[in-house]
């Protein structure tokens, strides 16, 4: 008797968001700190341009803690192109007068399309003293 191979069906992730893939403390100081953030674009292949058209933007924001309340956007982290291949920072150093030494601040993307969130990093991510130094 010979067995039959099962229909696999396997989710994959989805890619129609931006992801965090690295906060890095730069300097640490307890008022002049920096941390740089890095992120992924939304893949294009799951995004319909036609049906969610530009502008397309990301809006980097930051909040106090492991679990803020309140995420605001971080000045000069708002990246806007008129097409989506176009829209190509995936990256922001925060020089923002951070006390990094002291306190821990989380960071989250959100993704615009034609100036409505279409979809965020999800949960924000967390930098500490203790994240990857460069």
Request: proline letters at 6%.
């Amino acid at each position: 008797m010979h067995s039959i191979p099962s229909n696999e069906d396997c989710a994959g992730i989805k890619l129609n968001k931006p992801f965090i893939t690295q906060v890095s403390i730069l300097n640490t100081d307890n008022t002049s700190g920096e941390i740089s953030v890095q992120w992924t674009k939304p893949n294009g292949a799951e995004i319909d341009t036609i049906a969610f058209p530009g502008p397309y933007r990301f809006v980097l924001s930051k909040g106090d803690g492991f679990d803020p309340a309140t995420l605001l956007p971080v000045p000069g982290a708002d990246f806007t192109s008129n097409t989506f291949q176009g829209l190509v920072d995936t990256s922001f150093v925060d020089m923002n007068g951070l006390n990094t030494q002291d306190n821990v601040y989380s960071y989250q993307v959100s993704f615009y399309a034609n100036n409505r969130v279409f979809s965020t990093s999800g949960d924000s991510f967390n930098c500490e003293t203790k994240c990857h130094r460069q």
